[in-house]
């Protein structure tokens, strides 16, 4: 029964939104797009179960082995603020303080420290071990020198290459990539569809 | 014969769906048929793919030296359009898990969407209580951080640093945060290895991972890893491949001819 | 308590908290950016409060844009909006997960979501990618559609090694490896060697992609010490310098 | 199906002597698991391989689990035995890397030819039925007692102690089947052999997923140590901490730091983007003079110059913050012209926080320009939910979408900016900003297709490439990404400079990747050349 019901529950919603994906049908459509809420809503219940264990996590760490525990305090302090100020305080505009004074700086400074990880991936991926690196550095520069906006004046046939990478090989990879995941796609889809798999089903 | 025609045109009104619904029903038989086979015990030869050999020598490793492995779970939301590769994410946590768990051995998980991390407890609590060791189950040794993808990269970058890992294992839906996450943490760990199915994603990942797993490989992991019976879905695949690619083929002889 | 709080709150914006907050964003940009030097206590506090933020910001969120108004609708009407306490009920079993003795009844939700995830991803990688590339991909190669004289073969030629291009790097994926017999042979032979050439494909694919990702991530760097530099420059006016 | 535990061959079940190498066979018991097919050791419960439970066969009992510690009595092999053992096993390896293809019922995925012959599945068995061996002679009372009691137990010799806790890594599980030298024949070996116990064995001990073995506490002994087992603790020891030999084609896992950048290295590189990045603040856009803008740059410009004024466009501020730094300056550029061309706009977003970020531009441009009004020249419309069904919604009746406005929540038929405004086709054209390229494919599919209103998208530089079929096929107008696009539109379109100077910058940038493309080989090759 631990496992029937879950799996008969999977089957069910699975089959019924896909019949809803084809046919147009009002009975089907409805009860296909309140299941569709349905998983919306479980989506942020399970958020707030993410939280709670983000929580436990850190707290559990802080009594464990004391190490870090200022970070995590901070961590668990900011978390909490924000729900407070998020929940209780509604339109007070501390929410909007957060996010635009602390939130965003944050948020787009982590962004950009792609632009070091990016070098330092490049350092590794320039290596040419194999013919693989060789294609891989020589697209990467020359798609990138004629991204300049003064591309046009080291030659004027520079982004009209570009334009032709991008447009044919380019295309060409991306589309085999897209047509292969869409493969792969429905037939996991199909196991998780015809219970083969059932990763949800734990004892 | 052509009533059930003229029901099926009134209940599917959209030609692409219709196409959709014809590719289904080729998929479906070749599909159950190659399950069947394969789960009967038939298999077939693969071509190797060294990150999944380099996943089955870092889980010997990792049992071995004691040192913990990190497996992120990436942000694909089950319910959402990218379950499948949640799906693919949780097969191979669920491979290291029980690896790890027979010989009750740490292990971290860490995710960006919630959903995964209550599918992922759950596989770690069976996955534990299969070896025998029930009570070294914590919930807390998967950790979720985000929903921001940067939140994520973050958040698993500094609960990597206590502890050395022997690895990062980063399968399933992955961004620019995998790249971020990959070089975050790469003077911590001996090895990563990793892919996600995205184009944007996996030129990132391919760029810092030691073995990348490119694209439709990612779906490819349960059949090299430990389930057998994904053995079958590779077989559908591969067959499907090739209708696509004559389909392709068959598409611009009659468009060059003029038919269309 | 919450007017409370909240008066308290508005009389603090108007007056101290506009102050404070250009230099909380200078900081924390700092901080971040510190990470040059590695991992150090003052990148890793800032790197801890993101986390706490990002959370708080996206359970309030949720609880705001998803859960309040329907919990208000339920409540107010359950007669016709009872099934979204069917789902509330499922979502409470979800939160069961962390609590071992009841963790199995997750199970119940999470079949749901692999359910419809599944039905879902099936429905759109057939009707969303394969059936539209696989029509995207089929092109004419007749160089007298594109054009006449060197142009429409200029095209005809791209047409095909799109084309060419598309099912090459399909075929790099191939899982099979050589069965039995001389037709399986030369077919896998064919197949690997089209492979081969997708793997170029795929290559040049990443190159570009990896180029795009450096010039945004660098542009976004730029950005942010652009930023920086005004702040410091609006400083310093305010000063008198 | 019973594997030799020697030479690795496959004989049938109930044979008592192994067809190649002729050893006796009687103490081993397999278990095939039911789903997969795998080789298990007696002990064995689940299947190492899928996991199934493994069922007993009939009569079969339970192995308990006592028998797991008992004194080790290894099999007796003479060296002259290992050798010729050992060349059977070469050459049926020979034999299988020859022939190239896989055995189908044995091939492992994943897996070289070699490896799955000799891989996890058959190899796990070997060196672990090493281990079960004492047991079962232990259960059947073959052993002499004597070798009972001076051998050290298993459990006591694979523990971490007699390791010296140091870190063994692959030899932890490797030499436990090595440790196997019983005394007697410890005394007979050859100087040589002594030396190093290895040589020659590592083709027999293959690298073998630990996992097999369930781990259990050890019990510890409390008799004192005798000599031999010091000395074969000794031995061990010596054994662990040298390398482990790997199995041929196995590769040797380096330190990724060995591989990759050490932390100064690292540092370095970081300062030299940093220092690209504050560049312009110094030199003030030296390299501006050099900008030339790109078609596709040049298209826009004159599409809004050929404007008449009142026109009206829509933009749609689809990007995060996370983004905005990039977008911005763009955004910025491309409203600053609308403005001096006294073009209305009407403003909106598909993601929650780009209302938010268009707000902050348009403070700007009425700062600049105070006779360019909210209301009057420009609105913002507000956030629109729905993805696919919200875009839709704008085909047929925008004030269903929108019903009032962001910033003054009045009905849209009270701004004069929108009050002429039914549908998306009143908009003389439509302008995308985004950061993702899923969000420009639905503005094509679902608007552009529909409604053939001249369109254009400024998206970042990372999703750019995966854009370029569009405009390839007509869709897009204009296709622009953002970084250097808002350097060349500032040119372009003579707008008030802000991002113009940055152009310093990226030419830093990429001089720094070449440099480092550069270096990163000039070291790869001189490592190459001193490894040689």
Known sequence: MRRFLPIAVAIICGLWVLADFFVSHPLIDSVGAKLLEGVMILAAFALFAGILNLLGFHARRISKDQKDWGYRLVLMVALGGT???????????????????????????????????????AYRAFRLRNGEALIMLITSLVVLLAQLPFSNRISPYLPLLRKWILDVPVTAGTRGIILGTALGTITTSLRILLAVDHPYAQD | MDAVLQLLVKLVPNSVDLAALGMLVLFLPLFIFFTMQAKSGKRFALREIPAFTRIRRLVSQSVESGQPIHVGLGSGRLGSESTAEAAMSLTVFDYVARHVAACDQDILGTTAEPTILASAQGILCTARKKAGFPESYAPTDLAFYGPEALAYAAGAAGALHGRPHLANILVGRFGSEGLWLAEATSSRVSAQVGGTSAAEGAALLWASMDEAIVGEEVYAAGAYLHRPSHLGSLATQDIMRIVAILAILVGIAMTSLGYW | ????????????????????????????????????????????????????????????????????????????????????????????????????PLSTLANLPLGMLFGIGAALALGGALTGSLIPQVRAAVVSVVPEDYGPGLVGWAYALDAVLLSLGTIAVLSAFHFATQGRGFVSALWHGLIRALGRAGRVLLMITFGALFAGVAFTSFALLSSRLVYLAEHWFKLLNRLGL | MIVCPACGHRTPEGAELCEACGRSLANFVYRVCPSCGALNSAQHVFCHRCFAELTLAEGEEPIPESTFVRPYTPPIVTLEEEVTTQAVHREAKAQASETGALPTSEALPGQTPSEAELGPRAAAPISEEQAVAPSMEGEMGETPASTEEALPPLEAAESPEVLGGGPVGAAGVETPAVQVAPPDETQALTPEAAANPLEGLDDLLPFEPAVTLPHRPSQHVSAAPSTTEDYEAELFQQVAVERAPLQEGAQVVLPRTAQGLPQIGRTILYILVLLAGVLPLFTWGQMSSFVQPRESVLALVRTIEELPSGAEV?????????????????????????????????????????????????????????????????????????QEAGLRSLNTALGDAFKIDYLQKRPLGELSATSGLATLKDFDQIIVLSDDSLTVQRWVEQVQAQSDIPFHALVTSAVEPLLVPYQRSGQLLSLIPAASGAVEYELAGSVKPSALFRSDAYAAFFVLLLVVALVTNALYARRGKRGS
Do not use: C
């Open chain 3, 1 to 100: 308590m919450s007017e409370v709080l909240s008066g308290l709150f508005g009389q603090l914006s108007t007056g101290t908290a506009e102050v404070i907050g250009p230099w909380v964003a200078a900081l924390l940009t700092l901080a971040v950016l510190s990470y040059v030097f590695g991992f150090n206590p003052v990148f890793r506090l800032a790197e801890y409060l993101f986390v706490g933020l990002a959370a708080g910001y996206a359970g309030a969120l949720a609880w705001n844009q998803v859960i309040s108004p329907r919990l208000q609708l339920l409540l107010t009407d359950p007669s016709t909006y009872w099934y979204y306490g069917l789902f509330f009920f499922l979502g409470l079993l979800l939160l069961a997960r962390a609590f071992r």
């Open chain 4, 314 to 386: 829509l933009l749609s501020f689809d990007y995060s913050p996370t983004y905005a730094g990039e977008l911005d300056p763009l955004a910025l550029a491309v409203v600053r012209h609308l403005a001096r061309r006294s073009v209305r706009m009407v403003v909106m977003s598909t993601k929650p926080e780009g209302i938010g970020l268009a707000e902050a531009i348009y403070r700007t441009i009425t700062e600049e320009s105070p006779d360019y009004r909210y209301g009057e020249h420009y609105v913002l419309l507000g956030y629109l939910p729905g």
């Open chain 1, 83 to 121: 729900l407070i100020a998020g929940i209780v305080l509604p339109g007070s505009g501390a929410l909007s303080w957060i996010f635009g004074y602390m939130y965003y700086p944050l948020q787009s400074t982590m962004a950009a420290l792609l632009a070091f990880f990016v070098v330092s991936a």
